[in-house]
């Protein structure tokens, strides 16, 4: 059976005579009659009564018609759902509430104004998707990288150091000028699920044989951060997180003596399969090209204040731990 016939058919059907069907289709009217008459021909059967000038359906017309109409509109909605889809692009992104919160969201507006026509959710939690089960594009995801089966690429780094509000490090400097003996007194806010902890950095930076003495724990750097804001203690914490609040002074270096150290830290990642969709590769280009802006921000801030950093390719953690 010609399927071009049937959308023929059907559309004199429903809009109601054979002009308005040529007008749908861009073509005469008896291109449109030609292919009625096609039609019956192969179903050996008449579709219409035609009395003067006007048609009118038989038995079988009507049966082939509720058929037809409804299989051509399923297939309208399909064609007007895919011109949507060019149109406007729809992306899920699963990050972390810290990152979220602290870094992703005051930037999205620029997306926003970029490309006015996307839809996005964004799911603030700090628990990775699993790709099989769950309607999501990708993943924002601090880490190394290294997730079996899964595409990710860099796209923020972070650097690395202790800070303190002013008034606190002001404490400090009453007990010594030396920054190691510092620590040694120091009140240290743990930031538990952090590449780099105190149990880690202390060694690292001269401060051996001494337990660290980290009365506040918290897996949310959000929360560290706002409490050494508020002087109760040092945090080892993200510039990416606490960039605001050390250009406003509400925190500082706790010394320059201590490098920051910079490292690739927050990746897009996802399925291989998601990789090549052009939603998921914009906003990868474009979260990677805010986060190279946000690096050289916060190289030129650090080196404002005296400290130099270090580059590693991960955290590289102490033999035995």
Known sequence: MNLNSMSYFEAVVRLGGVAKAADEMQVSVSAVSQQLRQLEHQLG???FDREKRRLSLTIDGERLFQTTTQAFESIRDVRRAIMRQRESFHL??????SFGDGWLAPRLADF????PQWEIRVDATPNFSDFATEVIDLDLRYGEGDWAGLHSS?????LILPMCSPAYLAELREFSDDPLEQLRHARLIDSAKA???WNTWLPRN???GVAPNCPYRFDRSSMSLRLAAESAGIALESTTLAMDALAAGRLVPLSPAFEAIEFPAYWMVCPPRHANRRSVRLFTEWVAEAGREHT???RGLLADLGIRFTLESRP???PGE
């Open 195 to 197: 590449y780099f902890r």
């Open 92 to 97: 899920s992104v699963r990050v972390s509430p």
């Open 45 to 47: 059967v008449r579709l």
């Open 296 to 298: 050289a921000r916060a």
């Open 112 to 115: 926003v104004r970029r490309h």
């Open 316 to 318: 590289q953690l102490l």
């Open 206 to 208: 001269g401060v051996a």
């Open 154 to 158: 860099c796209v923020v780094d972070d």
